[in-house]
C-alpha cells in the first residue's frame, strides 16, 4: 500500500483534532482605545456623527463606532458671507465585537463602495509627542461623490487616508499581522482581543469652499498632525508593549 495513503488520514485525524484545543471563547482583552470622543482636539473642533446604516447592516450587531466631522479654521481665509473657511477631517473608529472577522477589517475592502479608487498604498511612521512611535497605512485615492440620489452625475475629489489598528497592547497597520497576534493570544493565553480600527481622511486639489488649491503635501501634513494628537489623546499608551 502507499505510504502515503497511509499518513494522509492520521495527518487529517490530527489536524482536526487540533481544533479542539483552540479556546472558543476566552478571556476578553479591550482595546486600549478610548473610544468616547472628546469635543476638540487641539485647534480641531468634532462634530460627532452616527454610524451609517450600510456599516450598521454590514457589521456584527456588538460592534461599536466613533465617528465625527472634523473642522478647523483656515488661518486668514474668510468666505464673502464673513464664515470662516475650514479644513475638514473625517474621522472614524470602529471597535470590533465578539466576532472580529465581521467587526473590523482593512478600509481597502470598503473603500471602493464609498466611491474610492485607490491609487497608491504606503507605510508611514506617525511620531507622538509623548515619545512612541508607530506605523500607519496611507492610502491615496480618487472619491467619486454623486450630485443626486440617480447617480448620473459625479464629482471627484483627490483623497488622502490613513489608518491603523489598536488591540489590547498592540498598534499595527498590518491586518495580516493582527490576524496571527489574535491566533497567538487564543492559543497561548487564551485570551479574545479586541481592536479598534482608526481611521482619518482628507480632501485636497481644488475644493468648492476653498478659494485657493489644496495641495497633497498641505493636506498629509495637517492629516498626519491631527492623527498624532488623537494618537496620543485616545489611546492608553500605558496598556501598549514598547516592544
Not at 42 to 68: H, Q
Request: proline content about 5%; glycine content about 6%; hydrophobic content about 40%.
Amino acid at each position: 500500500m502507499n505510504l502515503k495513503a497511509l499518513v494522509l488520514p492520521f495527518f487529517i485525524t490530527g489536524s482536526m483534532s487540533g481544533i479542539y484545543l483552540l479556546p472558543s471563547v476566552g478571556k476578553v482583552a479591550e482595546s486600549a482605545v478610548i473610544m468616547e470622543l472628546p469635543d476638540s482636539l487641539g485647534r480641531w473642533s468634532l462634530d460627532k456623527k452616527p454610524p451609517t446604516e450600510a456599516e450598521i447592516g454590514t457589521l456584527s450587531k456588538d460592534t461599536r463606532f466613533s465617528k465625527a466631522r472634523c473642522l478647523t479654521a483656515r488661518p486668514g481665509e474668510v468666505t464673502l458671507d464673513g464664515y470662516l473657511v475650514p479644513d475638514q477631517v473625517d474621522l472614524s473608529v470602529v471597535l470590533s465585537g465578539a466576532d472580529i472577522n465581521n467587526s473590523i477589517h482593512r478600509p481597502e475592502r470598503c473603500m471602493p463602495a464609498q466611491g474610492h479608487n485607490i491609487i497608491s498604498s504606503s507605510d508611514q511612521i506617525l511620531k507622538l509627542d509623548n515619545g512612541r512611535q508607530f506605523e500607519a497605512k496611507r492610502l491615496l485615492s480618487i472619491q467619486n461623490i454623486p450630485t443626486s440620489e440617480e447617480r448620473k452625475e459625479y464629482l471627484k475629489f483627490n483623497c488622502v487616508t490613513y489608518y491603523f489598528f489598536v488591540g489590547h497592547d498592540r498598534v499595527t497597520n498590518d491586518h495580516l499581522a493582527r490576524t496571527f497576534i489574535d491566533m497567538k493570544d487564543r492559543l497561548v493565553l487564551g485570551m479574545d482581543q479586541r481592536w479598534a480600527y482608526v481611521s482619518v481622511s482628507m480632501w485636497y486639489g481644488k475644493l468648492p469652499w476653498i478659494e485657493k488649491e489644496v495641495t497633497e503635501a498641505e493636506a498629509d501634513s495637517k492629516l498626519k498632525g491631527f492623527l498624532e494628537k488623537f494618537s496620543e489623546q485616545q489611546i492608553n499608551w500605558a496598556q501598549i508593549s514598547r516592544d
